[in-house]
Every structure is written in structure tokens, then in C-alpha cells.
């Protein structure tokens, strides 16, 4: 069985040659088809092994949710709870081909708990297939799905109105809906939307036009598939991240990465954005030996015609097209950690190849994307999406995510669990006030510690409420001011009765505290003073964004414990 119209000897070796791989998602409400529809399509393909097909039809009968018929759902749900649930919980990705095209699809989880999941299949998918139970109607996870597949860059729609032989395959059902969605798509900015009746389980216009939808005109869902056109990345602008700088021996030094973007070839002029400097590629090595241009998506070493400064992070791009950098941005962050994200944190940022550290300096809002309204939030919770601005430790290379994926889309990463906490998509930079500037005094804090006799440090008490951190201060202050040392006490319940005194106890509002705190013993630090401070500060991250704020040469945490 064929799916498409046979190709012409040529046509086949010019596909060989240059296979054009299409990335698709399946998504949608929770039971909507969207497991069955990509085993149909498995199925249909003839792509299945004997084995496969032998299991299938056990685990049809053990775990199938269609009587004695075969359940093409079980081909991409692999996980022992998927199976006995019925439904998807991780993303599957398959790779299937026709005469025309090579695929790879994920299928990702509809329930609201899983959104992280679907945000993941979503980030490198070029098209999207949002299945809708015809039977059901436009559903709130349906109108979520919708939404993250816009804010994931993806334009191209597949409005996939399954289960129409449950509903008789009756034209009226199929325009409600699409109408439906229609015009509650009108803000999401999709290039084209593509209504298309099919059952996913019987077949009907999948891969073959149904009989029972003469009134539909329109392509079957693998024709959509097989002649969408997506902008290709290799038409824009170079973008090479240097992942590796290899030198085996002193005779050669190599940068090593993926084109990310565009097109890079032997000759080429190239700019490293951090540093400005330029120089020609003399080589390029793929996997395979040496060639004379690459494009987006191979991996590569490439060489320069001279020595310049270049390491890992670092990111090249044409000459005559320098992108920008920043230290300061607005983002749309979508949270993935269990713990919730406050403004005042540090996180690690990863963006391409290039690591920092981060601070999440505000929240502006958080979607609520059954409605798409703006909703005032103080923490961001699992699967929350929120508006955020960001200030890096040090300038990023970047692009927004509308323009670039490589350079516009990032991950936060926990320092201490090294659990990815959140995935972000730049909007747009920050640019600070151009009139403030760091003041180069005369006096620094070697001056002022040579005046004092002694070095300056923060001395950090911490432990529950009642140990005895105050007390410990205190009597230590005592002892060191009798010596002749130069001190001063920071204390919680006298600090929130000026400097904080706007501030509560909600998990945010000790996060701020301890900023503040800090920020205030940095500088008393800097003139050389004995900092003691006695907080609760229950948060390790908040410790830690405390010592790299002071120094850790001269930041000493003291544990009080009371057993």
C-alpha cells in the first residue's frame, strides 16, 4: 500500500540525497486520539517489524481499550502506567518515512500535570497536530495545548477533529469546531491552520480519503504532512555556537559545534560576537572528512585563517550580521521544578552553549491560558507560565525566540540539584539607564582595612528560630569589640522594623529579606567592618546567593543547631 503517488526514479535519488525531515507534535485534550493517531499512521506506513506487529497484537488483548480489535495506541505508549491507564504520561518520539518525506513525531501527555512534558516535544517540533474529540468540542486543555504551541514558535496547525464516526462524520460538527477554534486562535499568530475530519482508529482521511466525508475538499492528513512547507533555517543567517575548542597539538586548533542556523562555507568571513574580532574559515571537518560548506543541523570542526580569542559559549556569525548581547531581559518562562520560583533567586542559565548565573529579578504576570488574561502572581508554581525579567552575572549572546530557538530559548537549571527548574523564550532585552555607572572611588576597602587594623568579613548565624543566633552575635560582637575590632550586628527582628519592615513572611518575602540583607552586609563588609548577621535564611540558595554576592574569601556561615 502506497500513501502517495509513486516517484520518478530521479525524484527518489534526489530525496536520498537531501532527505527533508519534518518534526511534528501530537497534542491535545486528555483521550482525544492523539496515541492512536500516530500507531495509525505506523500501521499504514508498513514500517512495523514482525515482532512489532506480534506484540501489538498481545498487548491489544491484555491491555487494549478496543475489544478484539486492534489498539494502535499501545505502539507509542510504552510505560507500564500508560498502558494500564490509558493514557500518555512521557513523550514518545517515532520515526516513520513515506516516498516523499522522513518524520519525527512526539507525543505528548494532555493532562494539565504533564505540561512540562508537552512543552519538551513542543520545543523542537516544526508543526503541530492539535487533536480535538469530535465528540467533545474545543476543551480547556485543548485551548492550553493551543496556546504553548504558540508560545513554542510553532506556526504550522494541524486541527486534527478526531472520532468523526462517532458523531456520524456529520459536516455541521466538523465547521463548529473550526469555527470554534478559529476564533479563539486569532491572537495566537499560526501562519495556517489546517482543519482536516478523520478517524484516527478506523483510517478515514488519514492516509486515504474517506468515503464518508464528501463534503471535505481538503488534503489527508498525510498529504498535509508530506507538502507543508517550513521556512528552512539554512536560508538565514549563520549561527555556530562553539560547543568544543579542540587541539590535539600545537599545529591545530579547531572550534567544534552545530550549525544551529544558516549556512557556513570555506572562505566565509566570521565574527565572534563577545570579542568583535573576525576571521576567514580556512577548513571545515564534518564526521566524514572534510568538506567545502555545511548547513543548519550538521556538526562540525571548523578552522580560522588566523588566532583569535575563542572558547566555549562563544558564538560566531557572518560579518556583515553581528547579533546582540545582554545582561539584563524580559522572558516567558514556563516552570518545571517542584519547588516554586521567587524573584530575588539565582539559577544557573544555559542559552546554546553558553552557561551564567541568573537572577530572577521580577515576575511580572502569570497566563492564565484558558482565558489568556494576565493574572498578578508573587511565586511561580509547576506548569505555570509567566512574563519574567532576568539580569545575568555576565553579557549572553541572543536573539528573541521569534527569531531564533538556538539563541532565544534557554533552560534554568537548580545549583545544588541540578534539576532543570524552567524553560524560557527571550521577548525582548532590557536596556538600563545609560546615565548609571559603577563610581571608581579613591578609597577602596584595602584602605579602610589597613585604617581598621583588620580585614573586613560577614560572619552569617543561621539556624531555626530560637537557637540562639542573636545571642551568639551578640556575645561574639562583644568579644571582638573589646579587642579593638570594628563590628556591627545585623539583626532579623531589628532589621524588619526599618529596612524590611514592608516585608512578610511568605516563602517571596524571605527570599527579598535575605537579598536585602545581604546587599546591606556587602557594603558594611566594604568598609571594612565585622559583619555578624542572625537570620533563619531556611533557604540554601539564598545562602549561597549571599556568599557569591560578599565573596566566599570573606563570607563565613555559622550553623546553629539545638538538638
Given at each position: 500500500?502506497?500513501?502517495?503517488?509513486?516517484?520518478?526514479?530521479?525524484?527518489?535519488l534526489?530525496?536520498?540525497?537531501?532527505?527533508?525531515?519534518?518534526?511534528?507534535?501530537?497534542?491535545?485534550?486528555?483521550?482525544?486520539?492523539?496515541?492512536?493517531?500516530?500507531?495509525?499512521?505506523?500501521?499504514?506506513?508498513?514500517?512495523?517489524?514482525?515482532?512489532?506487529?506480534?506484540?501489538?497484537?498481545?498487548?491489544?488483548?491484555?491491555?487494549g481499550?478496543?475489544?478484539?480489535?486492534?489498539?494502535?495506541?499501545?505502539?507509542?505508549?510504552?510505560?507500564?502506567?500508560?498502558?494500564?491507564?490509558?493514557?500518555?504520561?512521557?513523550?514518545?518520539?517515532?520515526?516513520?518515512?513515506?516516498?516523499?518525506?522522513?518524520?519525527?513525531?512526539?507525543?505528548t501527555?494532555?493532562?494539565?500535570?504533564y505540561?512540562?512534558?508537552?512543552?519538551?516535544?513542543a520545543?523542537?517540533?516544526?508543526?503541530?497536530?492539535?487533536?480535538?474529540?469530535?465528540?467533545?468540542?474545543?476543551?480547556?486543555?485543548t485551548?492550553?495545548?493551543?496556546y504553548?504551541?504558540?508560545l513554542?514558535?510553532?506556526?504550522?496547525?494541524?486541527?486534527?477533529?478526531?472520532?468523526?464516526?462517532?458523531?456520524?462524520f456529520q459536516?455541521?460538527?466538523?465547521?463548529?469546531?473550526?469555527?470554534?477554534?478559529?476564533?479563539?486562535a486569532?491572537?495566537?499568530?499560526?501562519?495556517?491552520?489546517?482543519?482536516?475530519?478523520?478517524?484516527?482508529?478506523?483510517?478515514?482521511?488519514?492516509?486515504?480519503?474517506?468515503?464518508?466525508?464528501?463534503?471535505y475538499?481538503?488534503?489527508?492528513?498525510?498529504?498535509y504532512?508530506?507538502?507543508?512547507?517550513?521556512?528552512?533555517?539554512?536560508?538565514?543567517?549563520?549561527?555556530?555556537?562553539?560547543?568544543?575548542?579542540?587541539?590535539?597539538?600545537?599545529?591545530?586548533?579547531?572550534?567544534?559545534?552545530?550549525?544551529?542556523r544558516?549556512?557556513?562555507?570555506v572562505?566565509?568571513?566570521?565574527?565572534?560576537?563577545?570579542?568583535?574580532?573576525?576571521?576567514?574559515?580556512?577548513?571545515?571537518?564534518?564526521?566524514?572528512?572534510p568538506?567545502?560548506?555545511?548547513?543548519?543541523?550538521?556538526?562540525?570542526?571548523?578552522?580560522l585563517?588566523?588566532?583569535?580569542?575563542?572558547?566555549?559559549?562563544?558564538?560566531?556569525?557572518?560579518?556583515?550580521?553581528?547579533l546582540?548581547?545582554?545582561?539584563?531581559?524580559?522572558?516567558?518562562?514556563?516552570?518545571?521544578?517542584?519547588?516554586?520560583?521567587?524573584?530575588?533567586?539565582?539559577?544557573?542559565?544555559?542559552?546554546?552553549?553558553?552557561w551564567?548565573?541568573?537572577?530572577?529579578?521580577?515576575?511580572?504576570?502569570?497566563?492564565?491560558?484558558?482565558?489568556?488574561?494576565?493574572?498578578?502572581?508573587?511565586?511561580?508554581?509547576?506548569?505555570?507560565?509567566?512574563?519574567?525579567?532576568?539580569a545575568?552575572?555576565?553579557?549572553?549572546?541572543?536573539?528573541?525566540?521569534?527569531?531564533?530557538?538556538?539563541?532565544?530559548?534557554?533552560?534554568?537549571?537548580?545549583?545544588?540539584t541540578?534539576?532543570?527548574?524552567?524553560?524560557?523564550?527571550?521577548r525582548?532585552t532590557?536596556?538600563?539607564?545609560?546615565?548609571?555607572?559603577?563610581?571608581?572611588?579613591?578609597?577602596?576597602?584595602?584602605?579602610r582595612?589597613?585604617?581598621?587594623?583588620?580585614?573586613?568579613?560577614?560572619?552569617?548565624?543561621?539556624?531555626l528560630?530560637?537557637?540562639?543566633?542573636?545571642?551568639?552575635?551578640n556575645?561574639?560582637?562583644?568579644?571582638?569589640?573589646?579587642?579593638?575590632?570594628?563590628?556591627?550586628?545585623l539583626?532579623?527582628?531589628?532589621?524588619?522594623?526599618?529596612?524590611?519592615?514592608?516585608?512578610?513572611?511568605?516563602?517571596?518575602?524571605?527570599v527579598e529579606n535575605?537579598?536585602?540583607?545581604a546587599?546591606?552586609?556587602?557594603?558594611?563588609?566594604d568598609?571594612?567592618?565585622?559583619?555578624?548577621?542572625?537570620?533563619?535564611?531556611?533557604?540554601?540558595?539564598?545562602?549561597?546567593m549571599?556568599?557569591?554576592?560578599?565573596?566566599?574569601?570573606?563570607f563565613?556561615e555559622?550553623?546553629?543547631?539545638?538538638?
Open positions: 500500500m502506497e500513501l502517495t503517488a509513486p516517484l520518478s526514479a530521479k525524484e527518489f534526489q530525496g536520498e540525497q537531501q532527505p527533508d525531515l519534518l518534526r511534528f507534535i501530537t497534542c491535545g485534550s486528555v483521550d482525544d486520539g492523539k496515541s492512536t493517531l500516530i500507531g495509525r499512521l505506523l500501521w499504514d506506513s508498513r514500517q512495523l517489524f514482525d515482532d512489532q506487529l506480534a506484540t501489538l497484537s498481545a498487548d491489544s488483548k491484555k491491555h481499550t478496543q475489544g478484539e480489535d486492534i489498539d494502535f495506541a499501545l505502539l507509542v505508549d510504552g510505560l507500564a502506567a500508560e498502558r494500564e491507564q490509558g493514557i500518555t504520561i512521557d513523550v514518545a518520539y517515532r520515526f516513520f518515512s513515506t516516498t516523499r518525506r522522513k518524520f519525527i513525531v512526539a507525543d501527555p494532555g493532562h494539565e500535570q505540561t512540562r512534558n508537552m512543552v519538551t516535544g520545543s523542537t517540533a516544526q508543526v503541530a497536530i492539535l487533536l480535538v474529540d469530535a465528540s467533545q468540542g474545543l476543551l480547556t486543555q485551548r492550553r495545548h493551543a504553548l504551541v504558540s513554542m514558535g510553532i506556526r504550522h496547525v494541524v486541527l486534527a477533529i478526531n472520532k468523526m464516526d462517532r458523531m456520524h459536516s455541521a460538527v466538523f465547521h463548529s469546531i473550526r469555527e470554534a477554534f478559529d476564533t479563539f486569532q491572537d495566537l499568530h499560526f501562519t495556517e491552520i489546517c482543519a482536516i475530519p478523520l478517524s484516527a482508529l478506523k483510517g478515514d482521511n488519514v492516509t486515504h480519503p474517506s468515503e464518508a466525508t464528501p463534503w475538499p481538503g488534503p489527508t492528513l498525510i498529504e504532512l508530506e507538502t507543508v512547507t517550513v521556512p528552512p533555517e539554512r536560508e538565514r543567517g549563520l549561527i555556530f555556537p562553539v560547543q568544543w575548542v579542540n587541539r590535539p597539538h600545537s599545529d591545530f586548533r579547531g572550534f567544534c559545534g552545530t550549525v544551529e544558516g549556512r557556513v562555507r572562505g566565509d568571513t566570521l565574527r565572534v560576537t563577545s570579542s568583535g574580532q573576525t576571521a576567514q574559515v580556512s577548513a571545515l571537518i564534518s564526521p566524514s572528512g568538506v567545502s560548506e555545511a548547513f543548519c543541523g550538521d556538526a562540525l570542526t571548523l578552522t585563517s588566523r588566532e583569535i580569542d575563542i572558547s566555549r559559549g562563544d558564538v560566531l556569525s557572518p560579518q556583515n550580521q553581528p546582540e548581547t545582554t545582561d539584563h531581559f524580559e522572558a516567558t518562562l514556563v516552570w518545571m521544578g517542584e519547588e516554586p520560583g521567587h524573584a530575588g533567586r539565582t539559577y544557573a542559565l544555559k542559552l546554546a552553549t553558553q551564567t548565573t541568573v537572577t530572577l529579578t521580577g515576575i511580572k504576570y502569570r497566563v492564565d491560558i484558558n482565558t489568556l488574561s494576565h493574572e498578578a502572581t508573587r511565586n511561580l508554581a509547576l506548569n505555570d507560565i509567566c512574563v519574567c525579567t532576568l545575568c552575572a555576565k553579557p549572553l549572546t541572543f536573539d528573541t525566540y521569534e527569531n531564533s530557538r538556538a539563541l532565544g530559548g534557554f533552560i534554568l537549571v537548580d545549583r545544588f541540578h534539576a532543570t527548574v524552567a524553560a524560557g523564550m527571550i525582548h532590557l536596556r538600563r539607564a545609560q546615565n548609571v555607572h559603577r563610581q571608581s572611588l579613591t578609597i577602596h576597602q584595602a584602605d582595612e589597613r585604617l581598621n587594623g583588620h580585614r573586613g568579613c560577614v560572619i552569617w548565624f543561621t539556624g528560630s530560637g537557637s540562639g543566633k542573636s545571642t551568639l552575635a556575645t561574639l560582637e562583644m568579644e571582638l569589640h573589646a579587642q579593638g575590632k570594628r563590628t556591627y550586628i539583626d532579623g527582628d531589628n532589621i524588619r522594623q526599618g529596612l524590611n519592615k514592608d516585608l512578610g513572611f511568605t516563602e517571596a518575602d524571605r535575605i537579598r536585602r540583607v546587599e546591606v552586609a556587602k557594603l558594611m563588609c568598609a571594612g567592618l565585622v559583619v555578624m548577621t542572625a537570620f533563619i535564611s531556611p533557604f540554601r540558595n539564598e545562602r549561597e549571599a556568599r557569591d554576592l560578599i565573596g566566599a574569601e570573606q563565613i555559622v550553623y546553629v543547631s539545638t538538638p
